[in-house]
């Protein structure tokens, strides 16, 4: 069974840019067909999707944040990584990283999310 | 930009039938997915493609989508299916990925 696990910074400084890690186990990332997945919740709200990079390397992105995101994958580490650029308060969240799957895209893998705090 | 409506909170006694609502523009052209997330947690995938259930999902959870409504339906609810519930849709004509408010479930 596959499993996510997410690393990165707990706080920030506004303007950096923010760095996540997720690394996968117990199956292989460049097989698919799977979305691996950035997905955020900021406290007590709902959840947003940043963006997915597809076993293909093709990628989507949030157009809200288009601008400042970058997600890449290293399969060789059996990571994927989200970027965050000019982060601002508005960006405090726990962030998620999942597995998507499917022709209609739902997430049947999460990791546990990690809390990222921007504060100066 | 493609929007799904949820109330944000439902309550229900024990025993009795819960219904989630996830409102969208002919959602009922599109599939719906829906997770339930208790707190500290991430989220657990319940349903998906409107209404089939993942492995080990119990069969008190159930879906269906119609029209402008689709509907996650909890059966003989439980204590422990308080949660918040989060209905998701692919929007194919935009390639977006969006998600509802969130629904909070007390159980009375």
């Known amino acids: 069974q596959v499993q996510l696990q997410e690393s990165g910074p707990g706080l920030m400084k506004p303007s950096q840019t923010l760095s996540l890690t997720c690394t996968v186990s117990?199956?292989?990332?460049?097989?698919?067909?799977?979305?691996w997945s950035w997905i955020r919740q900021h406290p007590g709200k709902g959840l947003e999707w940043i963006g997915y990079?597809?076993?293909?390397?093709?990628?989507y992105y949030n157009p809200s944040l288009k601008s400042r995101v970058t997600i890449s994958v290293d399969t060789s580490k059996k990571q994927f990584s989200l970027k965050l650029s000019s982060v601002t308060a508005a960006d405090t969240a726990v962030y998620y990283c999942?597995?998507?799957?499917?022709?209609?895209?739902?997430?049947?893998?999460w990791g546990q999310g990690t809390l990222v705090t921007v504060s100066s | 930009s493609y929007v799904l409506t949820q109330p944000p909170s439902v309550s229900v006694a024990p025993g009795q039938t819960a219904r989630i609502t996830c409102g969208g523009n002919?959602?009922?052209?599109?599939?719906v997915h829906w997770y339930q997330q208790k707190p500290g947690q991430a989220p657990v995938l319940v349903v998906y493609?409107?209404?089939d259930r993942p492995s080990g999902v119990p069969e008190r959870f159930s879906g269906s989508n119609s029209g402008n409504t689709a509907t996650l339906t909890i059966s003989r609810v439980e204590a422990g299916d308080e949660a918040d519930y989060h209905c998701?849709?692919?929007?194919?004509?935009?390639?977006?990925?969006?998600f509802g408010g969130g629904t909070k479930l007390t159980v009375l």
């Open positions: 998701q849709v692919w929007d194919s004509s935009s390639d977006h990925v969006i």
């Open positions: 117990g199956g292989s990332i460049s097989s698919g067909p799977y979305y």
């Open positions: 493609d409107d209404s």
């Open positions: 002919n959602i009922g052209s599109k599939s």
């Open positions: 990079i597809f076993y293909t390397g093709n990628t």
């Open positions: 999942a597995r998507a799957s499917g022709g209609r895209i739902w997430v049947d893998a």
